[in-house]
């Protein structure tokens, strides 16, 4: 059964080269239905992989399929192989579950759209991708897959490119993921320098050649690179930016796939980051000062979009900083549980803003829980579960996290906690803008007119909405922290090794861990019950700082924009104007002056040339005799 | 009854001289014509009388390729002055001057 591995990318492959050419023939919502049939087979394959791998005994749980090979040259030897183990699978099986819910919620959404067949292209072509990245068994191919997403979410960020915030948006994601492209460039020369292959078991075995230096630098590089795709410190901005793009894409891109493609990339290296102590520091760091800055942020944001987009950037901080302290089991059960409630959200919130007519501000919201009793069900279990209320899937999935990172270090620990307030809080906040209080989209303000009523979404958005709603309900199952038996500690465990488990940490210890997390989100919630519930208008709660991105933005402008404007002016004007055009300008004078001198000797008389000729002749004899006679 | 070999010789440098001074002094197109043919025979002379000091058949072969390429030469010469005279009544090469730099 293993052997169906190979339609889980080739599927959605498929949909894209059939809607290429039908896409417009097919139309709205034809085409949609094309590309959500597609994912959806590319699920049931995951499926029956799954079960395949199941089957296995434990240690014999990984399956290489190769297709060609793609290069070799000397001693490179890149093949296009599929490698399906705990960790691909479990990736696979999200990524293609997700993917088809929000498949099926963009027939919907996208509804009405001009370019409704196009929107289905790109999803299709990214679900492959994002496919491609997971199940390569070499870096290269990884990279082949990391390049195609971000070129996906570069076209969905971009996708209304008549906007032109949304045009700009999709060049600030590609640049900033480029950044990180080239940490991920330079690691794989460094992985091939030291150990003469990009396969992973290869690498893996010969990784003892890296040396602890070599592996740090590796795993910073590679950090970097994850740093760039799943926007974090100091490569975050672009993410808030991207929710320019439809909100499908938010949901399916920007919040439950692409972006926690750099934790799988450090998941998968996990050998290589086993080498150096230093650079897991590192991770730690950089992933819990993402957490913190960006639940901050998310604190003050108006747009509701944007709040979940800083909730995402600080949910993957939690992941990171889990790889960090060397919980990997811990971050993907994270990342799986993120996908479900994130989607669930971002799908949420895609349906208010449907609701009404495409408004995002928070501060126009309000009351909508009597108008849209389905988004609001489903909404609050999301709500729920991000905030890390007991037993949905965020309690337990952060909770996993925060013990472990405990059991490192109780100081890292302590802030990871605060960022759960923070959560709680924001989260909070964002329910009660939208959900209660009074309906602020019925008054007429100056630039806006009041909405009308707003309306409940079609069926086929409601579907995915409940679809994922059990799964956030439900999602902490596939982690409890004191069952090891089933769930993804018994099933990616053998694959991260023993000694990573918080085994150490007593009973008691997990039990008060998990009742500090739970009054930490209650907390947060009462506060936020408090401040948010009736008022919409609290400047204090909302400084300037925070909403500015704690000047972030205006950092990189004013230290890199700028500067760099000033240097493409100094070029423009001095530097072409007088170096490079100095230079070809010179060089034109100078033959036109040796020229104008030089074509006297073409008089046009013959008997000058014959009179040459004589000339050279005599000269050239004169020479041979001489050589003749004095040797 | 034959004559020895440096006298072709001098006769040719004194052949070839003649031609080389004519090509050089004279304006008339046709009489420098004249003169190059004279030169080339000069070499021609040259490599027959080598051809027979040295007992090399090489030289006489060389001066079949020498005339068939005088010839030839000849041809697109005349070609061009007669071009020339169509245009022009006259034949100094120092009238077409225009071709200068």
């Known amino acids: 059964m293993l052997h169906v591995a190979f339609l889980m990318p080739l599927l959605p492959l498929i949909g894209f080269v059939v809607l290429v050419p039908l896409g417009k023939r097919l139309g709205d919502p034809l085409a949609g239905w094309v590309g959500t049939a597609a994912v959806t087979g590319s699920f049931v394959a995951a499926c029956v992989t799954f079960a395949g791998l199941q089957a296995r005994p434990e240690a014999a749980r990984q399956f290489t399929q190769t297709f060609f090979s793609w290069i070799g040259v000397g001693g490179l030897q890149v093949k296009a192989a599929l490698v399906i183990d705990p960790l691909s699978m479990t990736m696979c099986l999200f990524v293609t579950g997700v993917s088809a819910l929000i498949h099926l919620y963009s027939i919907g959404y996208m509804k009405g759209d001009r370019e409704y067949t196009k929107f289905f292209i790109y999803l299709n072509l990214f679900v492959f991708s994002m496919l491609v990245l997971v199940l390569a068994n070499n870096l290269l191919v990884t990279f082949v897959g990391w390049e195609g997403v971000g070129l996906c979410s570069y076209w969905l960020v971009a996708f209304w490119h008549e906007r032109d915030s949304a045009a700009s948006a999709g060049k600030k994601a590609f640049i900033y993921n480029r950044i990180g492209d080239a940490g991920f460039l330079v690691a794989m020369f460094l992985i091939f320098s030291k150990t003469g292959t990009l396969d992973y078991a290869s690498v893996f075995a010969h990784r003892a050649a890296l040396g602890g230096g070599g592996a740090t630098a590796a795993g910073l590089l590679l950090l970097l690179a994850a740093a760039g795709k799943s926007a974090q410190i100091p490569l975050f901005n672009w993410l808030p930016d991207a929710m320019e793009g439809p909100t499908p894409v938010s949901a399916l891109i920007h919040a439950a796939t692409m972006v926690t493609a750099g934790v799988y990339l450090l998941c998968r290296v996990h050998p290589i980051l086993a080498l150096s102590p230093d650079g897991r520091w590192v991770i730690a760091g950089i992933g819990l000062a993402t957490a913190l800055v960006a639940a901050t942020i998310a604190c003050a944001q108006q747009d509701i979009k944007k709040v979940l987009a800083f909730s995402t950037v600080s949910q993957i901080g939690y992941m990171v900083l889990a790889v960090g302290t060397g919980a990997y089991v811990a971050a993907i059960f994270l990342m799986v549980a993120h996908a479900f409630y994130k989607g669930l959200l971002f799908l949420g919130a895609g349906s208010v803003i449907h609701s009404l007519h495409d408004e995002q501000d928070l501060k126009r919201m309000g009351g909508l829980a009597r108008w849209l009793p389905w988004t609001f069900a489903t909404f609050l279990v999301g709500w729920l579960a991000i905030a890390g209320v007991p037993p949905l899937a965020g309690f337990w999935s952060k909770g996993d996290v925060l013990a472990n990172v405990y059991a490192k270090s109780p100081a890292l620990w302590a802030v990871g906690l605060l960022t759960a307030l923070l959560t709680a809080y924001y989260m909070s906040r964002l329910f009660f803008l939208a959900f209660t209080g009074d309906a602020r989209w019925q008054q007429a303000v100056p630039q806006h007119p009041a909405l009308a009523e707003p309306h409940e979404s079609p069926w086929v958005m409601r579907l995915p909405l409940v679809v994922l709603s059990v799964l956030a309900l439900l999602g902490g199952l596939l982690g409890l922290p004191w069952v090891h038996s089933f769930g993804l500690t018994g099933w990616l465990g053998p694959m991260f090794g023993p000694d990573l488990f918080t085994s150490h940490l007593s009973r008691g210890a997990l039990v008060s861990l998990d009742v500090a997390d739970g009054v930490v989100a209650v907390v947060g919630l009462s506060v936020a019950w408090r401040l948010w519930r009736r008022r919409a208008d609290q400047p204090a709660l909302e400084p300037a700082f925070l909403q500015r991105v704690w000047y972030w933005d205006d950092f990189y402008d004013a230290a890199i924009g700028r500067p760099g404007e000033a240097l493409a002016r100094f070029s423009a004007t001095v530097i072409d104007t007088r170096v490079i055009d100095g230079a070809v300008n010179g060089v034109a004078t100078l033959v036109r002056s040796v020229g104008s001198r030089v074509r006297r000797v073409q008089s046009g008389y013959v008997r000058n040339y014959a009179l040459g000729i004589a000339l050279g002749l005599a000269a050239i004899i004169a020479f041979i005799v001489s050589r003749t006679w004095w040797s | ?101």
């Open chain 2, 1 to 101: 009854m034959s004559l020895p070999g440096p006298w072709y010789l001098g006769l040719a440098a004194a052949l070839f001289g003649i031609g080389a001074i004519g090509l050089l002094i004279r304006r008339n197109v046709l009489i420098m014509f004249m003169c190059i043919e004279l030169m080339l025979n000069a070499a021609n002379l040259t490599f027959v009388t080598f051809a027979r000091m040295l007992h090399d058949i090489g030289g006489q072969a060389v001066v079949f390729f020498v005339l068939v390429v005088a010839a030839a030469e000849v041809v697109v010469g005349l070609g061009i002055v007669v071009a020339i005279f169509r245009r022009r009544a006259s034949a100094t090469a120092d009238d077409f001057h225009i071709l200068k730099g």
